[in-house]
């Protein structure tokens, strides 16, 4: 798709902001997630839709896969995702680790969250996965490998989640070690992304129906009901329900931009701040946990008046937009460089 969707680059500045708002409440605040009215719920949405967006803009129609545009792809992915995240590691293991800087960097490199800087890891995982199958599809002029690659990822991530059922095959040093176990959990909405895209025209129809969206609404309501009320599905089961939530609430925040999109454009001032934000979403995430405040005080008072859902997200929200200004402040002031605007941005 030659013409850039406006209201994409706003969807994934708005799910940015999601996701520092969740990093203050979680570690600003000290916020109790098991207590809080809106964490458990904004948490099922808000990486789907990152990687929803990141597998959509994936997908190049007229790419042409040869072995060294497929190098050069990935060697500019490891460049842009890679080293600025070891840099910025660096810099928060030096700021804010209460342990030495070796110990502090051993034990981030051995948990798959990585300290926090987990994301560009095992997005690059993705992308080199989405490479090869992608080079596959192109071979046989199909979108069947890419299907096929999907439902694997989907069954995937239902063993993460029925050890019992499946067994702890996946709970190994190279699967936590690599981060690799997080991007079993993820790569399904990336691929999912990606597949929508494919078939956007057909996909935007479907959108636009009268009967899609009703469904997709009432899906989500009761499956996010029966997560954090009725629990009909207990112990490993409660995934079913959590995962149709994670996709039916994604898919209601797509629609939502796709079809307020003239709200989004640059035109608008809501519209050119989350696009803006939307751009410069890798600078943001590596900068942000440098600057969350620590507001222990916040997290007492909301943790003892609840559920509070507005307050709780206002808050939030409110303290992730200074983060993110203050990101985009220093994002602005080193881009000056073009050596750190190179290494530091991978631009």
Known sequence: MKQRLEWLDALRGFTMILVVSYHVAQMGFKQDEQLSASLPFLVLFRMPLFFFVSGFLAYKQDFVWTFPSFASLTWKKVKIQILPTLVFLCIFLILKSKLSFCDGFIKCMTLPTKGGYWFTWVLLQMFILYYIIACVSQRFRSHVPVWCLWIVSVGAYISLFLPHTLGKWWKNDFMMYSSFYETMKFFHFFLIGNLLHRYWNGV?????????YPVVTVVAFLSCADFFRWHFF???????????????????????????????????????GLQYIGVRTLDIYLM????????????????EYRPNFVLDVVCAMSVALVVIAGCLLISNVLRVSPVFKKYLFGR
Do not use: C, D, Q
């Open 204 to 212: 935007k129809a479907l959108f636009s129906s009268r009967w899609f």
């Open 234 to 272: 207990n112990g490993e089961w409660i995934n079913l329900p959590k995962s149709l939530a994670m996709y039916s609430l994604m898919l209601i925040v797509v629609m939502f931009f796709m079809h307020y999109e003239r709200w989004f454009t640059k035109e608008t001032p809501v519209g050119m």
């Open 288 to 303: 942000h946990y440098i600057l969350l405040p620590t507001l222990p005080m916040v997290g007492l008072f909301l943790n």
